[in-house]
């Protein structure tokens, strides 16, 4: 996804009138007046904020010719409208990512472009370290027990429906255990399938996209 840098704004020149015009819309006289001249027209500020000024798309208001606009796209903004649409962050000065008609600046969109964690619903950006287990993945610090809530990380865990059990918590609350000694029959592979198999995450930091 390409950075952009806006345009400057639509053509018009502002300036104070030294000879004796009138507005090209009021019919007001201009002289010794701050003007704006527009195709080839003059007009005062005030025609010029109702006929001529582009209206900003963040805010409906005109850009009037004192503001300062940004232009991109047949699109303007207020300089201080545009700004990061998810972080808000002032964007007049400084590249700029538009994605879906709106604003980002190059951390947001970054960050929205980037895997979610299960656990915090955080996005998962560059120098993070993370697991994923069949197509989900977690900061390595969000993968935790469901049980005792102890980070599995990268350890070894059983997965039940949409829970995960460290080894020890599994064995606990589902291992069957022996009725005369109550141990915990653990090499008993028919109701424990997975003890000699029991599930893996891949490790990994993320990295920023090339």
Not at 140 to 159: A, E, H, L, M, Y
Not at 160 to 173: A, N, P, Q, R, S
């Amino acid at each position: 996804m390409a950075s952009h840098r806006h345009s400057g704004p639509s053509s018009y020149r502002v300036g104070t009138m030294a000879e004796k015009f009138d507005c090209h819309y009021c019919r007001d006289p201009l002289q010794g007046k701050k003007y704006v001249e527009k195709d080839g027209h003059n007009c005062c500020l005030k025609c010029f904020d109702k006929f001529c000024a582009n209206t900003c798309v963040e805010c409906r208001k005109p850009i009037g010719a004192d503001s300062k606009e940004v232009h991109y796209k047949n699109r303007y903004w207020h300089d201080t409208c545009f700004r990061c649409a998810k972080c808000l962050h002032p964007l007049a000065n400084e590249t700029f990512v538009s994605k879906e008609s709106k604003i980002f600046c190059n951390k947001c969109v970054t960050r929205e472009d980037s895997p979610k964690c299960k656990g915090c619903l955080k996005a998962i950006v560059a120098g993070d370290q993370n697991v994923e287990y069949k197509g989900t993945v977690w900061h390595k610090d969000c993968f935790t027990c469901s049980s005792c809530k102890q980070v599995i990380g990268t350890g070894s865990f059983f997965p039940k429906g949409e829970d995960f059990y460290c080894v020890t918590c599994h064995e606990t609350k589902f291992a069957k255990h022996c009725v005369k000694c109550k141990k915990g029959l653990v090499k008993a592979p028919v109701w424990w399938p997975m003890k000699d198999n029991p599930g893996t995450t891949t490790a990994s930091t993320a990295k920023n996209a090339p």
